[in-house]
């Protein structure tokens, strides 16, 4: 385009400002809005400084006619026109720059998820189990594309990301795989302590480890304390046969002997040797009465 010129004494003396006027509608008329390549945004950006240009040229042309003459409002009138055209030219190309750029961003943005998609489908069935939020969160391909310029840009940044998102998978894939291999190896009399395997599997080896020590500790301590207490039940019985030998053959007397009868307590204050031999012999002088069901040896704390 060329300068745009006007000069006033009173009345239009020289003007170009049909053809200038002609020049920059032409090249409004021509600017193109369907922004795809690097390149249509590079025109855009240049048409953008120009009808930029081309206003300031209008507003100073129009100042300059005003400081010439009073008289020439039809120049004034299509100055104004011009002028606003230009502007909104401007205006709606800025607004489908930025618009454009943007689905083209999240285009990419979207392309990017969807790889890490197909990725994790590969994976194996117990990583399918797990949480993908951190993998396909988009505020992370949001962060990788900002301030990017141009598509190839943009389109870097997504490929970087994307590699170090598989990597990230891949080494959690193997950790995975160990862990389920550690839990696995596990002896039989344990297994039932991890029936929540695919949960175990998404830990850290340490905190794995950790689970299974502490699992394994609390089940050994309980079967302790059960056979702790299976000996005492077993060395009590020991004892009772001891002072009670035939103890088996008043059972059924002893379920027939009903409420009405009476319990004889006999208090023995003496050694346990002694009252043992007490007991022994209180049994084989009643050893035909079916009356005595039991003799129990007990410890008198008090």
Not at 9 to 24: A, H, P, V
Not at 36 to 53: E, G, I, M, Q, Y
Not at 178 to 205: E, V, W
Request: proline share 1%; with cysteine; hydrophobic share 40%.
């Amino acid at each position: 385009m060329n300068q745009l010129i006007i000069k006033l004494t009173g009345k239009i003396q020289s003007s170009n400002f049909d053809e200038w006027k002609n020049d920059l509608i032409t090249l409004i008329q021509s600017r193109n809005t369907e922004l795809t390549t690097d390149d249509d945004f590079v025109v855009a950006a240049r048409h953008v400084k120009l009808f930029k240009v081309a206003e300031k040229s209008l507003k100073d042309a129009k100042q300059s006619a005003l400081n010439q003459a009073s008289d020439i409002q039809r120049l004034f009138s299509a100055i104004d026109e011009v002028s606003e055209e230009t502007r909104q030219a401007r205006l709606s190309l800025e607004r489908q720059i930025k618009a454009r750029k943007l689905e083209i961003k999240e285009a990419f943005i979207q392309s990017g998820i969807e790889i890490v998609y197909v990725f994790i489908d590969q994976q194996s069935d117990d990583f399918q189990l797990i949480s993908h939020v951190s993998y396909l969160d988009r505020n992370r391909f949001e962060s990788a594309v900002r301030g990017k310029a141009g598509t190839k840009g943009i389109q870097s940044a997504i490929d970087n990301l994307c590699d170090i998102i598989k990597l990230e998978i891949s080494k959690k894939t193997a950790e995975m795989k160990n862990n389920g291999m550690a839990i696995d190896i596990l002896p039989g009399k344990y297994k039932a302590l991890f029936q929540d395997r695919h949960s175990l599997l998404a830990l850290t080896k340490q905190e794995l480890d950790l689970t299974i020590d502490k699992r394994i500790a609390l089940f050994n301590e309980e079967n302790m304390k059960i056979k702790a207490e299976k000996t005492i039940n077993d060395l009590k019985k020991l004892e009772d046969i001891e002072l009670n030998p035939d103890a088996h053959r008043y059972s059924e007397s002893a379920e027939i002997l009903g409420k009405g009868k009476y319990r004889l307590i006999m208090d023995i204050l003496s050694t346990k040797d002694i009252a043992i031999e007490i007991a022994r012999s209180v049994r084989q002088a009643y050893d035909d009465n079916t009356s005595i069901s039991s003799i129990r040896l007990t410890r008198d704390h008090d």
